[in-house]
């Protein structure tokens, strides 16, 4: 018979050909399916974190939900491709955890650390919430440490709460309790012996709200703060200040009953003392000394009149006079039958001084003459 070429095929070439075909496509698919299975591995992962970071926070159990979160929003890499939307909100997450944290710390009265739970949150998306919340937290314990009269840490918080760039209403807030809290924190301070400390508190309420009710207070208040502030810096020798503090009473509240009792401070009279010895540096023991006033040179001499001040030096030299009434004086020592002192070249007294309000007079060393 007449015609073409004839070809036959082996039996079966063509079913091998398929599965050939079909296992060289299963080895080329084969990493992407392994790849979209660990990523759906990454995102079940990532999943259950933050489900568990929710469960954490709504049991109250907030520093394990913060931890989660902010483990989540470390993940990297291809391994969390599908999960990167939980993973990026994650950061946010964990700061508006700490906002609840923040709100439970400070109901439990852990003031100062829920502020510091607030500090921590910075995302701008989350900032005016940050700011809300810590003047609200500082404003709520002020009112609750004022009712306590612990007016002191009141104004810290009213501090803290205006410090923090608070939105308006809770701004106002703060400064319309500030000064009541002012004037009740200067009265505390007045009993707890800290005068100065109140002069402080009086003076910044009325200049921040003079013509207001406790601004009024404050004022009427001020002069006997003043009487205490320089009494107790009397008392711890700081006679520039205490001068300071009496000066305004008399300045500001001449006719107050404060300025007479100033005035008797100031007309106070003052101790002197002093060592008595010789050139070589001895001291002179036993000795009588005198405060003398109006000096004036005379022919051959020097005079002074009374009223007359006498103490004897000790077996050290040293010499005291407890109470000298202000004015000019100079010390006399006596030698024979009478009594001496040293002149300078120009004629002066070498020991003269001057007994002023509020200042003890030290001598230091006096030398002997002859």
Same mark, same amino acid.
């Not at 929003?73 to 491709?81: F, N, R, S």
């Not at 599908?82 to 400070?106: E, F, I, M």
């Not at 809770?170 to 100065?196: I, K, M, N, S, T």
């Not at 020592?333 to 300078?344: F, M, S």
């Given at each position: ?18 599965? /050939? ?28 974190? %933050? ?130 809290? /002012? ?12 005068? /100065? ?18 601004? %009024? ?31 305004? %009473? ?47 040179? %005379? ?72």
């Amino acid at each position: 018979m007449a015609g073409g070429p004839v070809f036959f095929e082996p039996v079966g070439g063509p079913r091998r050909s398929r599965r /050939a075909r079909a296992l060289a496509a299963a080895v080329m698919l084969a990493p992407l399916v392994a790849a979209g299975g660990v990523e759906l591995g990454g995102l079940r992962a990532v999943n259950g974190s %933050v489900g568990d970071a929710q469960r954490y926070a709504d049991a109250h159990a907030y520093e394990r939900a913060v931890a989660v979160y902010r483990a989540v929003a470390a993940e990297t890499g291809p391994l969390y491709l599908l999960a990167h939307n939980q993973v990026d909100a994650a950061g946010v997450d964990a700061q508006r955890t700490l906002l609840a944290w923040a709100t439970a710390l400070a109901a439990a009265g852990r003031v100062d650390d829920a502020i510091a739970a607030v500090t921590q949150v910075t995302d701008p998306a989350l900032l005016a919430d940050r700011e809300r919340e810590t003047a609200q937290i500082a404003l709520d314990d002020a009112r609750i440490q004022a009712a306590a009269g612990h007016f002191d840490v009141a104004l810290h918080r009213l501090d803290q709460a205006l410090t923090s760039a608070p939105p308006p209403d809770l701004a106002a807030q703060a400064q319309q309790l500030r000064p009541p809290y /002012a004037l009740g924190a200067a009265r505390l301070l007045l009993q707890r012996g800290d005068a /100065a400390g109140a002069v402080t508190a009086l003076d910044d309420l009325i200049t921040s709200a003079p013509t207001s009710v406790d601004g %009024v207070r404050a004022l009427a208040l001020l002069p006997d703060a003043l009487l205490a502030a320089g009494r107790e810096a009397l008392g711890r020798h700081d006679e520039t200040t205490a001068l300071r503090d009496l000066d305004r %009473v008399l300045v500001r509240f001449p006719a107050s009953t404060q300025a007479a009792a100033v005035q008797a401070l100031l007309a106070a009279p003052q101790p002197v003392q002093g060592t008595l010895v010789r050139h070589d540096g001895g001291a002179v023991g036993g000795a009588l000394v005198r405060l003398g006033s109006h000096y004036r040179p %005379v022919y051959g001499g020097y005079e002074t009149q009374a009223p007359y001040y006498v103490a004897q030096t000790d077996g050290h030299g040293d010499f005291s006079f407890a109470a000298v009434p202000l004015g000019d004086y100079v010390l006399e020592v006596e030698q024979g039958d009478g009594w001496t002192t040293i002149l300078t070249p120009d004629g002066k007294p070498a020991y003269g001084f001057a007994v002023e309000a509020l200042t003890p007079v030290d001598l230091a060393f006096v030398v002997v003459p002859g």
